[in-house]
């Protein structure tokens, strides 16, 4: 009997890849059952569980909104989202990066002070080191 | 006999160099292994994603779509993904200079840094940064990352940048990394088109349709461009890291057996002269 070789991948790992008799994805517009030899599809999908029979074993995963490819050759993938949650914060962490950019610019005047005093100083104390240093040899 | 007390302390500092480079050697490593892993696991949805994409490109014309069209209006934009911490050998400033040189071309351009050492060098340097991104975790996950993406994808769309590059150090073995550019937006057609196999010509349903899943799916594709080219520069971070701390630890042993020379050789003319002196003593009272 032909199967479907299912492969379920994250942006981060590849969570699922198996040989299949039957998955049942939930998609935009309800469920949908993919047997051996269905015809070749692209559908969008909801969150939701995903269903699927190996080796006469039933098995399900939570799936997040994402993609269900079916090609001729029997291959489903399904691509899922890992990060739904951390989406809707990524608006605020970029606001903040060009924020802190700003700021970074108004300090970066003293930052430049501070760098080349810095220099200074650093130029002195190896004077210093090196001063002692000969006079250590010397004695 | 201070000379031979000022050495002893020299070698026990090479010592302790020579321990903690080891340390942070093998940490290295060890953070390389993983990065290298993180990126081949994540190699699977890189195919998936891109396939799709290839797949819906037959069917409705991307070059349509706003993240594949070309536009002239607001600044180049580049991102630089550089590191938190030092000690990474070559690996920061090889990166500079390719920014360095990016913006004598683009004067106008702006840029995003991610990581301290980028942001310090922008500041030595006098220019003024977009956005700036410190403390990315260690390993990073895609979460991660999302802000990058978010801001590149919402500048681009609301006109604010007519493009964007990225550039980072593409891991090509332990020992060699190279600083690259790759333009992240406006997405090339033709990279998506040439990944179409020509025999395979099968006939697809749409689930609602091809432009509605494509409205969805592009931001995946570019967000993981975005979330590889972290991976690459974690991997090349940590074999740079790994190789200057290999280097410094070899360094330190060398140090050390040079100095545990020099220390014998004092030790020796120490006692030869102490000897000397013992006989002269015995001579003089014996005769």
Redesign the interface.
Known sequence: MATLHL?I??????LVNCQAEQVSAP???GE?TILPGH??????LQVGELNYTTKQKQESIVVSAG?L?V??ENEV?V?V???VS??DI??Q??EA??K??RE??VS?EK??EL?RAEAVLRKALLEIKVAQRTK?TKL | M?SAR?VTSRIKSAKNISKITKAMEMVSASKMRRAQA?AL??R??TQ??T??LS??ARESNIALHPLFTQHQEGQELLVCLSTDRGLSGSFNPNLFRELTNWKRNHPQGKI??IGKKA??FS??A?V???????DMPDPI???DT??????VL?GYLQREFCNATILFMDFINTLSQKAVLQQLLPLDTQAVETTLSPA?K???????S?S??LD??IP?YV??AI?QAFLESKASEHSARMVAMKNASENAQALQEELQLLYNKSRQASITSELLDITTATLTLNT
């Not at chain 1, 991948?9 to 590849?14: A, D, H, I, N, P």
């Not at chain 2, 003024?128 to 410190?134: G, S």
């Not at chain 2, 099968?202 to 609602?208: A, D, I, Q, V």
Request: hydrophobic share 40%.
């Open positions: 492969r991948v994250s942006q981060e790992e590849e998609s935009e517009h949908i015809t070749a599809l692209v559908a969008k993609f490819t090609s001729r993938i691509i989202d890992s990060a951390d989406r990524s608006l962490k970029a990066a060009v802190a950019a970074s610019i970066s930052q430049e760098v250590k | 201070s000022q993180q696991r994540s699977p949805y998936a994603v396939d799709t797949t819906l995003v840094a942001v310090t500041q030595f006098g003024n940064l977009y956005a700036q991104f410190t996950s895609l979460a999302l802000p990058v993406t978010r801001l919402e395979i099968t006939e697809y349903l749409f689930e609602p091809a509605e899943i969805k799916l995946f967000e993981n979330f």
